[in-house]
T-cell receptor, first 111, second 116 residues
Framework: GEDVEQSLFLSVREGDSSVINCTYTDSSSTYLYWYKQEPGAGLQLLTYIFSNMDMKQDQRLTVLLNKKDKHLSLRIADTQTGDSAIYFCAERKTSYDKVIFGPGTSLSVIP | GAVVSQHPSWVICKSGTSVKIECRSLDFQATTMFWYRQFPKQSLMLMATSNEGSKATYEQGVEKDKFLINHASLTLSTLTVTSAHPEDSSFYIC????????????FGPGTRLLVL
């Protein structure tokens, strides 16, 4: 099917690391994305990874890609209360010119 | 940067009226723009892909006569919800792909539509 899957909720304490997991469907997808959405707002592109990469790091964000298992994760180091939001995983399928989004993971950061 | 704006940010209208939502890429040219719909606490559902100067491509189940899309320039796409009904109430988000750059889309802030 077309479903990108994510766990719906994650709760962490401030200062801890958060790991948000995602499984996608198309092993030939070229780009995989992480977006952040704060309440009532649009989506902010956090980072993306090309499918021939295993890892990408950008400041507090680390993306790991396991292409064999079609598994993508986003690690946020030193999680802050401002990181509380919904995080969407998305894949860009090569067969269609469109991006498929997962259901989103709601991250709650406990002070 | 790559900024996408939407106007209006929210709109309330009576059932049966039409509502136009604008999506603009402010500092780049966008050959392709996308329109999404998001229900509360749900993911984004792609409605249509809008290409400058040509007809939009609609996803299965999206009525093209109800959701009219026009992409008249490289910086502007519009979505018109015709004869709106309460079930059309939703959060509509557009995104734009920078011309010549295929890997990323930049999202607008969204338009919240409430049909009474």
């Amino acid at each position: 099917g077309e479903d990108v899957e994510q766990s719906l909720f994650l709760s962490v304490r401030e200062g801890d690391s958060s790991v948000i997991n995602c499984t996608y469907t198309d092993s030939s997808s070229t780009y995989l994305y992480w977006y952040k959405q704060e309440p009532g707002a649009g989506l902010q592109l956090l980072t993306y990874i090309f499918s021939n990469m295993d890892m990408k790091q950008d400041q507090r964000l680390t993306v790991l890609l396991n292409k064999k298992d079609k598994h993508l994760s986003l690690r946020i180091a030193d999680t802050q209360t401002g990181d509380s939001a919904i995080y969407f995983c998305a894949e860009r399928k090569t067969s269609y010119d469109k991006v498929i989004f997962g259901p989103g993971t709601s991250l709650s950061v406990i002070p | 940067g790559a900024v996408v704006s939407q106007h209006p940010s929210w709109v309330i209208c009576k059932s049966g009226t039409s509502v136009k939502i604008e999506c603009r890429s402010l500092d780049f040219q966008a050959t392709t723009m996308f329109w999404y719909r998001q229900f509360p606490k749900q993911s984004l559902m792609l409605m249509a892909t809008s290409n400058e100067g040509s007809k939009a491509t609609y996803e299965q189940g999206v009525e093209k006569d109800k959701f009219l899309i026009n992409h008249a320039s490289l910086t502007l796409s519009t979505l018109t919800v015709t004869s709106a009904h309460p079930e059309d109430s939703s959060f509509y988000i557009c995104s734009a792909r920078r011309s010549g750059v295929q890997e990323t889309q930049y999202f607008g802030p969204g338009t919240r539509l409430l049909v009474l």
